[in-house]
């Protein structure tokens, strides 16, 4: 056994305690959540995608907006990829939905369209790892299968002050089977306890509400007033900066959009004509003309910043009014861009900024 294993196992006591302090905190005060009403897979599955990187109040509009389009697996599954694009437009991360759809055609080909039933062939699934799975699996299924996120993460390093790094798998992996060896029958209700506690109680970013945490009695952070020290992390490397220029280049009511490469940041998405670097104005011009837009008026500049996880955009944009449509683009409508036209933050807020 390493050293994360003997650490928690010397504690197994403090985690014993966990379900009989949890589950009736949970039952008094859970939030009502769209995807608590049932425990259907894939509607947890998709819930679970969602929430990766993105706040709850953001993802509760988009959960609906998606099952309204794509209610099953399915649709989600026949879903042209454009469409799916739209429904994800502006949460991020897209690889997340395309691996959505991936797995969806696999439930569809291999499973006969039933959501698959066994902890490996929900593991197996493209863009499912362990913290998903364990998520599925034991919310919908009850199985003793851990969903170790970030805040499952901080609540066990905090409780049991325990100064292991938290972005090292070993350390992910002993808290996964320390906690499998505690987990309740009632499976799912435990790991949706475990995560609320993070989210709304032991929470990042700052000191914890230990006034109103189940765990307080048993906590060792609370208890030596070290709350704040934990979770340890590795030192972030420091984002790669990039300078770009985008392009609102206008002809009539239409704007020019045009497909980002199939692989690499913003895969396969829509965006505004760019170029590296940041042009002047009469750069700028120059471009849109070698581009054979016949540019007319410059009618705005606007300088923005985008951050990515590992990459800074530093943003400057010009609105140019065109008399040219050349067919390296794709002029798209404003009811195309409303419906059809699925942009990435980092290009759509140029979009809203005249909305």
Request: proline letters at 7%; one cysteine or more; a neutral charge.
């Amino acid at each position: 056994m390493d050293e994360h294993g003997i650490a928690l196992q010397n504690s197994g006591a403090i985690l014993a305690r966990l379900p009989e302090l949890l589950l009736p905190w949970f039952a008094r005060n859970a939030r009502e959540l769209p995807w608590r009403l049932d425990r259907e897979p894939y509607h947890v599955w998709l819930s679970e995608i969602m929430l990766q990187q993105t706040r709850v109040e953001a993802v509760k509009g988009y959960y609906s907006r998606f099952l309204s389009a794509l209610p099953t697996v399915k649709d989600l599954a026949d879903a042209a990829p454009d469409a799916l694009h739209k429904l994800w437009e502006g949460l991020g991360y897209y690889s997340r939905v395309r691996n959505l759809q991936a797995a969806a055609k696999v439930i569809m080909e291999r499973h006969g369209g039933v959501f698959p039933r066994t902890h490996a062939e929900v593991r197996a699934l493209p863009g499912i790892g362990p913290y998903t799975a364990g998520a599925i699996c034991s919310i919908c299924f009850d199985f003793p299968t851990p969903a170790v996120d970030g805040n499952v993460l901080r609540v066990i390093t905090r409780l049991l002050a325990w100064d292991a790094c938290v972005d090292r798998d070993g350390t992910k992996k002993a808290v996964h089977d320390a906690l499998a060896s505690v987990y309740p029958p009632e499976a799912g209700t435990f790991t949706q306890s475990l995560m609320e506690l993070g989210a709304t109680v032991c929470v990042p970013n700052g000191a914890p509400n230990c006034d109103a945490c189940p765990l307080r009695a048993i906590c060792r952070a609370c208890a030596s007033g070290e709350q704040t020290r934990y979770p340890v992390r590795q030192k972030k490397k420091e984002r790669r900066i990039e300078d770009r220029t985008v392009f609102v280049l206008r002809c009539g009511s239409d704007e020019a959009v045009r497909k980002r490469p199939r692989r690499g940041l913003l895969a396969d998405l829509w965006e505004y004509p760019n170029v590296s670097g940041t042009l002047d104005p009469a750069a700028a011009i120059e471009q849109a003309q070698a581009w054979g837009c016949e540019p007319g008026e410059l009618q705005m500049q606007l300088d923005r910043v985008h951050i990515f996880t590992h990459v800074q955009w530093n943003l400057r944009c010009y609105y140019i009014t065109c008399r040219g449509k050349p067919a390296c683009f794709t002029w798209a409508s404003p009811e195309q861009m409303d419906n059809e036209i699925a942009l990435p933050t980092a290009f759509r807020m140029f979009l809203q900024e005249t909305r």
